[in-house]
């Protein structure tokens, strides 16, 4: 059906439904400062047949996850911890971008390029569930750019850029704010 064996019913235990891998915070990359761990049925079995992933995203004062798209699952997300900007643009390039505090909870749905901000002063992290087993991930900024090239910086200094610009909690923008 998915890919993947369903373990024999006399060999389930209960450690199958437990996973201790969204934890702790990962390593923050140097250019973005975020880590984001996903855990599909392929690290946590128990999740197998049930159409749904996890992710952890921790990300530092100035950091962001870059646009990118999950091209078969839609994603809550849970701001566990610290303040962000979340946003996405619909398939006629609006864009749809919320400011968000802790306990608060945002969509992405299916497909749409999306982005987070971290927007306060100390670490961020959120907490997401995705309807797929296998969402998949597509990178906007690798697949056009080397992620070490100097034009991925400077994406990353424009997209970092909007605090000065003044938007309020509930903006929704006509055009990406950072062409």
Not at 158 to 167: E, P, V, Y
């Amino acid at each position: 059906m998915n890919g993947f064996l369903c373990k024999s019913p006399s060999t389930i235990m209960a450690s199958d439904f437990k996973t201790l891998l969204l934890n702790h915070a990962g390593g923050l990359d140097n250019m973005v400062r975020s880590s984001v761990n996903i855990v599909t049925a392929t690290e946590f079995p128990g999740l197998n047949t049930l159409g749904l992933s996890m992710a952890r995203t921790d990300i530092a004062p100035s950091g962001a996850v870059l646009p990118h798209s999950h091209p078969r699952g839609s994603e809550m997300m849970f701001v566990n911890s610290g303040s962000v900007v979340a946003g996405f643009f619909d398939t006629k390039g609006k864009l749809f971008q919320k400011t968000l505090a802790e306990g608060d909870v945002f969509i992405f749905p299916r497909g749409l390029v999306h982005f987070i901000m971290n927007y306060g002063f100390s670490l961020a992290t959120t907490f997401s569930v995705l309807n797929s087993q296998n969402p998949g991930v597509v990178g906007i900024t690798h697949a056009m750019f080397a992620p070490d090239s100097e034009v991925a910086e400077g994406l990353m200094a424009r997209m970092l850029s909007f605090r000065g610009m003044g938007m309020d909690d509930n903006s929704t923008v006509d055009s990406p704010w950072f062409y």
